[in-house]
């Protein structure tokens, strides 16, 4: 098994660097850019290209695990490209877009925050339909820890690497256990690595597009690898991180930790 999640890490990583080079060897849209907090152009085309490695990696592992991870990357990409070309910026964060709801104002972003739920969730009935140990509050439980994971890996792509350091720290563990799970941490892992240099070079960016599916395809190895008591836990820490970052910055936490702060630089060209 552990040559096989090899594999397909593997094979996501060169999907998604692959995807990359011919994306931005032929479009020339101005569409797919963007300034960074810099004040950079960068390019978006990161985002569809760690989608396609990530699916290519996770359709991969389907064959003997199903297709839960196939349908969280691609669900939360697709409505994370919604947002990323349909939305105006009028609103941010969940209480926001939560917020324009109530006054009858349907923004992007909470269509995307309706659509990745309901991904979500398809994704953890797929991952439980074979589980006897798990019902469908587990399922809904870990719906939710998919969208979860998904909004936070979004939350933290502000800086060059962050969300795809993430990302690897949090698929990492789950690739090297022997269950489900560890092909989808694979493939999610594999496709960030895939696309880490343009992204620490400042470049490019995952965007909501990319990163959203990265997110939500680590949760979806999480619910395949937890049952009860692990998606309770993981959906506590994701709501905390969730609430708190529509009251403190991430940046300026990060940024004023030692270890964290190292980390979060690392990889990235001294200016």
């Given at each position: 098994?552990?040559?096989?999640?090899?594999?397909i890490?593997?094979?996501?990583?060169?999907?998604?660097?692959?995807?990359?080079?011919?994306?931005?060897?032929?479009?020339?849209?101005?569409?797919?850019?963007r300034?960074?907090?810099?004040?950079?152009?960068?390019?978006l085309?990161?985002?569809?290209?760690?989608?396609?490695?990530?699916?290519?990696?996770?359709?991969?592992?389907?064959?003997?695990?199903g297709?839960?991870?196939?349908?969280?990357?691609?669900?939360?990409?697709?409505?994370?490209?919604?947002d990323?070309?349909?939305?105006?910026?009028?609103?941010?964060?969940?209480?926001?877009?939560?917020?324009?709801?109530?006054?009858?104002?349907i923004?992007?972003?909470?269509?995307?925050?309706?659509?990745?739920?309901?991904?979500g969730?398809a994704?953890?009935?797929?991952?439980?339909?074979?589980?006897?140990?798990?019902?469908?509050?587990?399922?809904?439980?870990?719906?939710?820890?998919?969208?979860?994971?998904?909004?936070?890996?979004?939350?933290?792509?502000?800086?060059?690497?962050?969300?795809?350091k993430?990302?690897?720290?949090?698929?990492?563990?789950?690739?090297?256990?022997?269950?489900?799970?560890?092909?989808?941490?694979?493939?999610a892992a594999?496709?960030?690595?895939?696309v880490?240099?343009?992204?620490?070079?400042?470049?490019?960016?995952?965007?909501?597009?990319?990163?959203n599916?990265?997110?939500?395809?680590?949760?979806?190895?999480?619910?395949?690898a937890?049952?009860r008591?692990?998606?309770?836990?993981?959906?506590?820490?994701?709501?905390?991180l969730?609430?708190?970052?529509?009251?403190?910055?991430?940046?300026?936490?990060?940024?004023s930790?030692?270890?964290?702060?190292?980390?979060d630089?690392w990889?990235?060209?001294?200016?």
């Amino acid at each position: 098994m552990i040559a096989r999640t090899a594999a397909i890490g593997g094979l996501a990583a060169g999907a998604a660097h692959g995807a990359f080079r011919l994306l931005t060897g032929t479009v020339t849209s101005r569409r797919w850019a963007r300034t960074n907090h810099a004040g950079h152009d960068v390019t978006l085309l990161e985002g569809p290209a760690y989608v396609i490695g990530a699916t290519v990696g996770a359709a991969a592992g389907a064959v003997a695990t199903g297709p839960a991870g196939v349908v969280a990357a691609v669900g939360a990409g697709a409505f994370g490209a919604l947002d990323d070309f349909g939305g105006d910026g009028s609103s941010k964060g969940l209480k926001g877009h939560l917020g324009a709801a109530a006054r009858g104002q349907i923004t992007t972003g909470f269509l995307k925050i309706v659509g990745i739920g309901a991904t979500g969730l398809a994704a953890a009935t797929l991952a439980d339909r074979s589980r006897v140990d798990v019902n469908a509050l587990d399922a809904l439980v870990g719906g939710a820890v998919i969208a979860g994971s998904a909004n936070l890996a979004n939350l933290l792509d502000l800086r060059p690497g962050r969300a795809l350091k993430v990302t690897l720290l949090a698929a990492l563990p789950l690739t090297v256990r022997r269950g489900p799970g560890a092909y989808a941490a694979s493939a999610a892992a594999g496709a960030a690595l895939g696309v880490i240099r343009p992204d620490l070079a400042g470049t490019a960016m995952l965007g909501d597009t990319g990163a959203n599916a990265a997110g939500a395809l680590v949760g979806s190895a999480l619910v395949e690898a937890t049952g009860r008591r692990g998606r309770v836990a993981a959906l506590v820490v994701l709501a905390a991180l969730t609430l708190a970052s529509e009251r403190v910055s991430f940046t300026k936490v990060i940024e004023s930790t030692p270890g964290l702060r190292e980390l979060d630089a690392w990889g990235r060209p001294t200016r």
